[in-house]
């Protein structure tokens, strides 16, 4: 385990707020990569925004996201958000994750990777975490409209790159999707979200129910 910051460390949470504006500093710079790899939203707009809430019997999630275009890489979304559960466990959470599935040729399938950042203010006195993971999102679509599917989602963070009083966070779900409208999608799913401190703690390990709109 990394030792414990010293007192002048930086809050967990100005790690998080720090990722998400850089993350929307990103600019456009290459056309065609936009033009091949465009997401349009309601009115066919290429700037989709999106806001994803979820409930469990013990926690409560709430993210926004955003498309942007990264260049060559195409348009992608950055995302950044809060969790909350019923220890009073306050984590902020930011990730930006990359399309690299080959949509062409698997229409039905979808591959992004990229990092998470997690700032959590545990309820537990003076056991805060800074920690950058990597992980992804496979995805795939049932039917010929692609209206409803599944997912698995999954994130590590390593010792090395976990700062405070935890050793590693392990954050994974598997998740069922229906598209209830053009822009809305209803999900349920199972999370297994752990930081290894002292002694585990799962900070949730729950069904849960949720809302996708995008806009």
């Not at 998080?16 to 065609?32: G, R, T, Y």
């Not at 309601?42 to 260049?71: F, H, K, T």
């Not at 752990?194 to 809302?211: A, C, K, S």
Request: overall charge negative; cysteine-free; charged content about 25%.
């Amino acid at each position: 385990m990394i030792g414990t910051a010293p007192a002048g460390r930086p809050n967990p949470v100005l790690g998080i707020v720090s990722l998400a504006a850089a993350a929307a500093l990103l600019l456009p710079a290459d056309a065609k990569a936009q033009q091949d790899r465009r997401q349009t939203g309601p009115g066919g707009s290429a700037d989709v925004q999106l806001v994803e809430v979820y409930l469990s019997e013990n926690a409560m999630q709430v993210l926004y996201g955003r498309s942007l275009d990264i260049g060559e890489l195409g348009r992608n979304d950055a995302r950044v958000g809060i969790f909350i559960n019923e220890d009073r466990d306050l984590i902020g959470i930011a990730d930006m994750l990359i399309e690299v599935g080959e949509q062409r040729r698997r229409p039905n399938w979808s591959l992004e990777i990229g990092p998470r950042a997690y700032g959590a203010l545990m309820s537990v006195e003076n056991q805060d975490v800074f920690s950058i993971g990597l992980g992804g999102k496979l995805s795939y679509r049932l039917g010929r409209n692609r209206a409803a599917g599944i997912s698995l989602t999954a994130f590590y963070a390593p010792d090395i790159v976990t700062f405070g009083n935890a050793d590693n966070i392990k954050d994974g779900a598997i998740r069922l999707e229906a598209r209830v409208s053009d822009t809305t999608d209803l999900f349920i799913g199972y999370r297994i979200f752990e930081f290894d401190l002292d002694v585990d703690r799962e900070v949730d390990d729950n069904m849960h129910l949720g809302i996708l709109h995008r806009f």
